[in-house]
Nanobody
Framework: VQLVESGGGLVQPGGSLRLSCAASGFTFSSYATSWYRQAPGKERELVAAITNAAGSTDYADSVKGRFTISRDNAKKTVYLQMNSLKPEDTAVYYC???????????WGKGTLVTVSS
């Protein structure tokens, strides 16, 4: 089982990044997926979530209107499009997959996003 994030990096305030999370080793279409982030010295927080069939999404108030979560079940990949980035978006971003039947969850190792001029 693997979740591998990519797409992080250094971006200036106001810029954009697109994170990807590629899944393998499990039935991706049976898992809801989410993006979390953890800034230095802070707890991990939920950023965005999407149901297994991509029928519903949810966002943290701090990113609403700026971030968009999506997924491609055929490619077993979930995405996070991040626009109008702010310095406070700086964090390690983690991908999470949660079984629709509950009880099983997987995490990626994270990708660092740094927003700085």
């Amino acid at each position: 089982v693997q979740l591998v994030e990519s797409g992080g990096g250094l971006v200036q305030p106001g810029g954009s990044l697109r994170l990807s999370c590629a899944a393998s080793g499990f039935t991706f279409s049976s898992y809801a997926t989410s993006w979390y982030r953890q800034a230095p010295g802070k707890e991990r927080e939920l950023v965005a979530a999407i149901t297994n069939a991509a029928g519903s999404t949810d966002y943290a108030d701090s990113v609403k209107g700026r971030f968009t979560i999506s997924r491609d079940n055929a490619k077993k990949t979930v995405y996070l499009q991040m626009n109008s980035l702010k310095p406070e978006d700086t964090a390690v971003y983690y991908c999470n997959a949660l079984s629709i039947w509950g009880g099983v969850a997987y995490w990626g190792k994270g990708t660092l996003v740094t927003v700085s001029s």
